[in-house]
C-alpha cells in the first residue's frame, strides 16, 4: 500500500520556469491538499480539492495552479518560479474534510529550491 | 478562527527523561487536535488526535497528551525518552474553511534527545 507518493523528492529552478509537483494516493480519498513549510511557520494550505473536477484556494494560492481530473491525482503547477516559493511541498488526502474522525495522510514532501 | 500556538521551537532532553512538548489552541467551538511527527527528510505522520472522547489520548510510540479546556492545551509527553524520538513534532488544530475543513499546524517543535 503506496499511500501518499509525491515526485519528485528534489528539484532546482531558477527563476522564471514552470514545473509541475505530482502527488497521487492510492486509498480511494476524495478530499487532496497541497501544503508549504517554511521554517518557523508550520504548513500552510495552497490549495485543496474536495473531489475530482472541484479544487479550491487555500491561504497562500498566489503562483500556483491545481487540477483535479482524476480521484488519484493532484497535480501542483508552478507557473514562473518565484525565490519565495523555495520551500520543501506536502500533499496530503484524506477519506473526507480532515478532522474529526477524517485523517489527513501525507507524502515524504519535495525539496523546491528556487534561484 | 482557531488556531495553535507550540511554546519552544526547539526541546533538548536526556535519553530516558520525560518529554513535554507544549501546545495551546485557540477555538470558539470544540475543538478536534492532533499531533503528527516529522523525521528527518520524511513526511508527517499522525501520532494521535482528539476528538471529544477521552481527554487523555494515547497514540503511537509511547506517547500521550491530555485536552485541558480550562487550560486551553494539548501538551504532548512521553515517560522516558528514546533516541529515536528525535524528530519535528507540530500540533494541529481542524477549522472551518470556507465551507471545508482544513488542518492549522502550530509552528512546530524540534525534539533533540542527548544521549
Known amino acids: 500500500n503506496a499511500g501518499v507518493t509525491q515526485t519528485p523528492k528534489f528539484q532546482v529552478l531558477k527563476t522564471g520556469q514552470s514545473m509541475t509537483l505530482q502527488c497521487a494516493q492510492d486509498?480511494?480519498?476524495?478530499?487532496m491538499s497541497w501544503y508549504r513549510q517554511d521554517p518557523g511557520m508550520g504548513l500552510r494550505l495552497i490549495h485543496y480539492?474536495?473531489?475530482?473536477?472541484?479544487?479550491d484556494q487555500g491561504e497562500v494560492p498566489n503562483g500556483y495552479n491545481v487540477s483535479r481530473s482524476t480521484t488519484e491525482d493532484f497535480p501542483l503547477r508552478l507557473l514562473s518560479a518565484a525565490p519565495s516559493q523555495t520551500s520543501v511541498y506536502f500533499c496530503?488526502?484524506?477519506?473526507?474534510?480532515?478532522?474529526?474522525?477524517?485523517?489527513?495522510?501525507f507524502g515524504a514532501g519535495t525539496r523546491l529550491s528556487v534561484l | 478562527a482557531q488556531s495553535v500556538t507550540q511554546l519552544g521551537s526547539h526541546v533538548s532532553v536526556s535519553e530516558g527523561a520525560l518529554v513535554l512538548l507544549r501546545c495551546n489552541y485557540s477555538?470558539?467551538?470544540?475543538?478536534?487536535l492532533f499531533w503528527y511527527v516529522q523525521y528527518p527528510n520524511q513526511g508527517l505522520q499522525l501520532l494521535l488526535k482528539?476528538?471529544?472522547?477521552?481527554?487523555l489520548v494515547k497514540g503511537i510510540n509511547g506517547f500521550e497528551a491530555e485536552f485541558k479546556k480550562s487550560e486551553t492545551s494539548f501538551h504532548l509527553t512521553k515517560p522516558s525518552a528514546h533516541m529515536s524520538d528525535a524528530a519535528e513534532y507540530f500540533c494541529?488544530?481542524?477549522?472551518?474553511?470556507?465551507?471545508?475543513?482544513?488542518?492549522?499546524f502550530g509552528q512546530g517543535t524540534r525534539l533533540t534527545i542527548n544521549p
Open positions: 482528539y476528538t471529544s472522547a477521552a481527554t
Open positions: 496530503a488526502s484524506s477519506y473526507g474534510r480532515p478532522g474529526g474522525k477524517n485523517i489527513q495522510y
Open positions: 477555538s470558539s467551538v470544540p475543538p478536534y
Open positions: 494541529a488544530v481542524s477549522q472551518s474553511f470556507q465551507g471545508a475543513q482544513k488542518l492549522v
Open positions: 480539492s474536495v473531489g475530482a473536477g472541484i479544487t
Open positions: 486509498m480511494n480519498h476524495e478530499y
